[in-house]
């Protein structure tokens, strides 16, 4: 057993939103063999509550407090400065401080970072401890993506932190034993962005828990009686999310209910940003935060993943597939989980496409439960979290055998 350094920069628990189920799911799986010392932040007041539990699962916890709106302010500051705006962001001087004490105090052997944004925090003790970087996404074309759907100045500041983002990934890249992406396609692109990390980086998937997300035959369904519900779920403070549920709403959702007269949009998920909640009215449900996502899930007709603005995997279509229900999504989602509609995962690559394949689901539900059934088959058989986060463990192993060779 080795002493290990975690730094993630949002609370990984509870796991209910995309990079927080990763996270989650990589504690746990550097837990069954070391003692983690875990550094993060909490931007979520709401996460507060959830600090006690996470205390128990990891007594060496650290977290810093992080305001949105100080720390929007602090980081554009950076403007002036070169420099990724990410990291001024994030700068916390009492969390420096807890890794440099922690790693002095307690042998720390390596550090594992999830996401660029803690790099800073773990750099300083390289080539001592060793570091491994999981960036999941190539955040700074995600930036550089922004920039194109944004008008100026944001478009320019977007495009600035593509930049410099990426200059700062790829020297991470250099400085880290090895670096993880969450998709093959993922790596490509990196590669093909800092050539010079070649035989340094990998893909490591994610994973769906497959027990907490299944069908359940008792639980009650959400909708009212009648009701042709097709079901949107993701955080709805989050940029893509906003523009997936916007664009449905305006150029897939009225032929849809041209169609199908009773069909109501759900949008589920938590803190919806004004423009989100300004969609609701006749067709369209915006929840906010609910107790349970699996029901809105299990009873939907059918579940869309619209996502222009898309890095890696979403976890939100392998988890609509472990509920056994069909999703429609566009190609670029579709592509990097290598389903197909044969194995209840739809590719819609316009909005015409979308509204054809979520009428399809709609006119055949019998075809629609056999999809589902083979969607969440396809997901048993290829997504649990053991197997895709086992594929780190060589490269901690290698970083960890000189220490226990000398044990």
């Known amino acids: ?24 799911h990589l504690l746990r799986h550097l ?9 993060t932040f909490i931007d979520d007041p709401a996460d507060e509550e959830h600090l006690p539990a996470l205390k128990a699962m990891c007594p060496d916890l650290h977290v810093a407090r992080l305001h949105p709106l100080w720390a929007r302010l602090r980081s554009l500051g950076g403007l002036i400065q070169h420099g990724p705006l990410t990291l001024a962001y994030y700068r916390n001087a009492a969390l420096h401080e807890w890794v440099r004490q922690t790693a002095a105090m307690h042998g720390i052997s390596a550090s594992v970072v999830f996401s660029s ?6 750099m300083p003790l390289v080539p001592r401890v060793p ?17 194109q759907q944004r008008r100026w100045p944001l478009s320019w500041v977007y495009a600035r932190e593509g930049r410099e983002l990426l200059a700062y990934e790829r020297m991470a890249a250099q400085r880290a ?7 093959p396609q993922e790596t490509d692109l990196f590669l093909r962005l800092a050539p010079e990390a070649q035989g340094r980086v990998q893909a490591v998937g994610n994973g769906v828990d497959a027990d907490f997300f299944r069908p359940q035959p008792s639980t009650p369904r959400p909708f009212a009686p009648g009701e042709t519900a097709v079901v949107f779920t993701g955080a709805m403070d989050y940029w893509p999310n906003v523009d997936a549920v916007s664009w449905f ?4 959702l009225p032929a849809l209910r041209q169609r199908h007269p009773g069909l109501r949009f759900y949008i589920v998920g938590r803190s919806p940003t004004p423009a989100v909640q300004a969609l609701a009215g006749e067709g369209v449900v915006v929840t906010g935060t609910v107790a349970d996502v699996r029901p809105y899930l299990q009873h939907a007709s059918a579940v869309v993943a619209p996502l222009r603005v898309a890095r890696g995997i979403q976890n939100k279509i392998l988890e609509a597939m472990a509920m056994g229900r069909p999703v429609v999504t566009v190609p670029a989602c579709a592509e990097v989980i290598g389903a197909s509609a044969d194995d209840g995962l739809l590719h819609a690559t316009d909005p015409a496409a979308t509204v054809d394949a ?3 689901l709609l006119r055949d539900p019998l075809g629609a439960a056999l999809r589902g059934e083979m ?33």
């Open 31 to 39: 837990q069954k063999e070391h003692r983690v010392f875990l550094g």
């Open 131 to 147: 570091m491994l970087v999981d960036f999941v996404d190539v955040d700074s074309a995600k930036w550089s993506q922004y920039a």
């Open 358 to 360: 979520v009428d399809q």
């Open 177 to 183: 034993q090895r670096s993880f992406f969450v998709t």
């Open 117 to 122: 944004a803690m790099v800073p925090y773990a």
């Open 1 to 24: 057993m080795a002493n290990l350094l975690y730094l993630v920069h949002r609370l990984p628990y509870p796991p209910n939103k995309g990079d927080k189920v990763r996270s989650y």
């Open 249 to 252: 709403v305006a150029d897939m």
């Open 375 to 407: 969607a969440r088959r396809f997901v048993l058989n290829h997504f649990s979290w053991q197997a895709q986060l086992a594929a780190m463990d060589a490269s901690l192993n290698a970083v960890l055998q000189p220490e226990r060779l000398h044990a």
